[in-house]
C-alpha cells in the first residue's frame, strides 16, 4: 500500500565554493597582503580534492562580480561623498568603514581594493580550480553599482536574493558543505544564510582562507553559535 505524507526526504549534497577568484589570490585584494596574511590558493587543493573524491549532486561556483563604480571600492569614495553619513567618521584608507546613505540602502560599508571587477582577469576563477560542468550552479553577486552582497544568497542589506536559494531548491538540495574565500566575509556570510534558509550546513574549514585573524575566529564562533558544524575536509567523504 502506498504511504501518504511519509514521503521520506533524501539527502542532497551541495558544495558551495566561494570566490576562488584571480583578484583574491594574486590580485589588489590578494589575501596574503590583508592582516591575516594567509595564502588564497592553499584552498585550491583541497577543495579539487573534495571535487575528486565526493561524490556531491550539486557544485554552486561564485563569483564576485562588481562593476568598476562599484559601492564597496575606496578608489569611488570620492564619487560618493555625498551619501557619507553626515557627521560619521570619514574612512582614512581601505579596509575602513563607511557610513553610506545611499539611493538603495543605508549601511556600513567596509572599502576595499579594487578587486572582482566584472570581465577581467582579475574576476575570473582561478585556473587551477577544477569547474565541473553537469551538476554545476554559477552565482554572480555584487553586481548592483549601490549595493554589496558578500553572501551568495542575498545582499548585504537583504534587499535582494540572487537566484541561488531556488536553484538549490528545484534540486531538492538539503545539506550545504562550504569552502573558498574569504573565511571570514563572504564564506561566513553565505554559511550564515545557508542555515538561516533552512539547510543542515557544514563549514570545511582547512577549504577556507580569511582576511583577519580576528574576525576568522569571531565569525568561526558565531556559525557554531547558529547551528553551523565546522569540519575538515578528510571528514567529508566519511559523510556523503
Ligand atoms: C569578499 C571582500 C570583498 C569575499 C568579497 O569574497 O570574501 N571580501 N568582496
Ligand atoms: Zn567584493
Known sequence: MQKIGTASKRTVNALIIIDVQNCFINGELALS???AKQKGEDVIPVINNLLKTV??????YTHDWHPPDHISF?????????YVKHGSK???GPFDKVHYIGPVVETEQVLWPNHCIQNTSDAALHRDLIVTKNNSIHVYKGTHRDIDSYSAFRD????TETKLNIELKQRNVTNIYVSGLATDYCVAFTALDAK???YRTYLVEDACR?????SIKNQLDSMKRHGIDIIQSSQVLKMI
Do not use: A, I, T
Open 210 to 214: 580569511g582576511v583577519d585573524s580576528v
Open 156 to 159: 548585504n542589506n537583504r534587499v
Open 55 to 60: 561524490p556531491f549532486d550539486v557544485v554552486v
Open 196 to 198: 538561516d534558509y533552512g
Open 74 to 82: 575606496f578608489k569611488n569614495l570620492k564619487h560618493r561623498q555625498g
Open 33 to 35: 597582503n590583508s592582516p
Open 90 to 92: 570619514l574612512p582614512n
